[in-house]
Each structure stands twice: as C-alpha cells, then as structure tokens.
C-alpha cells in the first residue's frame, strides 16, 4: 500500500454507533495528522499524534499509534449525522527534512441519522 | 478562532492562461504550504515556503508554477499557463512554528481551479 492509506474506503454506520478508522504507512514518521473534509470543502484538522505517543484523545475522538505496526486508527465515539465526511490521515517526517504531508485515500463516512 | 482564507473561492480559466490563487496565512504563522486535490483523487503537496524562500517542493511544482509573498500577509500561487489536468482544489496551509517537531498545519476552504 501507498504511504497513508486509510481502511476501509467506506463505512456507513447509524447514528451514536462508533466509527473506527485506520491508517497505514510505510516509511517512518514523526507526526500523524488526521483531518476532516465534507464534500468539496476545506480540510479540517482534528488532532496531531507525535511519533513517540501511543494515544491522543479529543473531546470524542480518540487517535492511537503504532510506530512498529506503522499504523494509526481514528475512533469516533457516538457518533452524529453531521459526522459524515470524508476522513484524511497525513504524515511527515520533519525530522529527516520532510515537512511536507503526506496524505491517504481517505475514508468516507457515513453516519445515518 | 484565526483561520487561514483563500481567494477566490472558484476560478474558471481558459487554458493558457496564467491564474493567481490567493491565500492569508494565520498571522502569526511561519511556514506555509500549498497542496492539491484532483476530483476523487488525494491531496498532494505542491510547495512550501520559509523566510521568503521555497523550502521544499515536489515533482508536481514544476516551472509554471511559483510563490510569492508579496507584502507579508498574502501568499500566492501562480500558474503561468494553465492546461486542462491543472483543474483541481488547490489548498492552502500554514503552521505556527519552526521548530522540528511541531508541524500542525492548518489549512484554507481551497480554490477550485477549473481550465476549460
């Protein structure tokens, strides 16, 4: 798989279930983004993990890392119709020079009402 | 909240023409970046920028692309001639500090950019 690639491609669940999201990577990383973007509109950042964390929660989110598995997951607790959008891991590795992201595919979430 | 703004929000272009997407990074913010995302595909780093200088850039941003900043709160993407797979929301970016390790960038509605 590419850098950052996010599984699966579409998840549709109901309203207050919970919506889990992963992300794979191959090469190393020093910080792992995960953003929101709803249909044609702007990238929304919702939280940074740092290489060296394993866990990062924000409000009803929750982002896990693991660096031996170069792989991320995104919770979404409880989740909420105004949910649905599409869901961007994005990696770097600033500390090689690379400050730029590298973005996945994304995964669509749909979350019925 | 400060947010970084883009504009215009839709520019429609004839091929061969040059364009100039406008972008305000957050204030207070050093580095600034532009990304792009071709309909149904992923977004994808163009350039970035430090100290009024191109800090990186990728193999997208070739000669026709270029980035200014003109009067210290804009920051431009310009693109001199214009072809039919340049269509695309362009994104802006801008991150807080320099340091080697903070690296939160934060990022504008787009451009939607259409070449006809």
């Known amino acids: 798989s590419q850098q950052g690639e996010e599984d699966p491609q579409a998840l549709s669940i109901q309203e207050g279930e919970n919506a889990t999201m992963n992300c794979s990577y191959k090469?190393?990383?020093?910080?792992l983004q995960w953003y929101r973007q709803n249909s044609g509109r702007g990238l929304v950042h919702l939280i940074l993990?740092?290489?060296?964390?394993r866990e990062k929660h924000s409000g009803r989110l929750r982002v896990t890392l693991d660096t031996s598995k170069k792989s991320s997951s995104l919770l979404i607790t409880a989740s909420r119709a105004a949910d649905t959008a599409s869901y961007f891991c994005?990696?770097?590795?600033?500390?090689?020079?690379?400050?730029?992201?590298?973005f996945g595919s994304g995964t669509r979430l749909q979350v019925q009402p | 909240e400060p947010e970084v703004t883009q504009t215009p929000s839709h520019q429609v272009t004839q091929m061969g023409q040059e364009v100039i997407l406008r972008c305000v990074p957050i204030?207070?913010?050093?580095?600034f970046y532009w990304y792009r995302q071709i309909l149904g595909q992923k977004v994808e780093f163009l350039v970035s920028f430090y100290n009024n200088e191109i800090s990186e850039k990728s193999e997208i941003f070739d000669d026709q692309f270029s980035v200014e900043r003109p009067d210290g709160s804009n920051f431009t993407l310009k693109i001199r001639s214009t072809k039919l797979e340049d269509s695309a929301m362009y994104f802006c970016?801008?991150?807080?500090?320099?340091?080697?390790?903070?690296?939160?960038?934060?990022f504008g509605p787009g451009t939607r950019l259409t070449v006809l």
């Open positions: 090469t190393s990383i020093n910080n």
């Open positions: 204030s207070n913010h050093l580095y």
């Open positions: 970016a801008s991150t807080r500090l320099s340091s080697q390790t903070y690296n939160e960038q934060f």
């Open positions: 993990i740092r290489s060296n964390e």
């Open positions: 994005a990696t770097d590795a600033i500390e090689t020079g690379r400050r730029a992201l590298t």
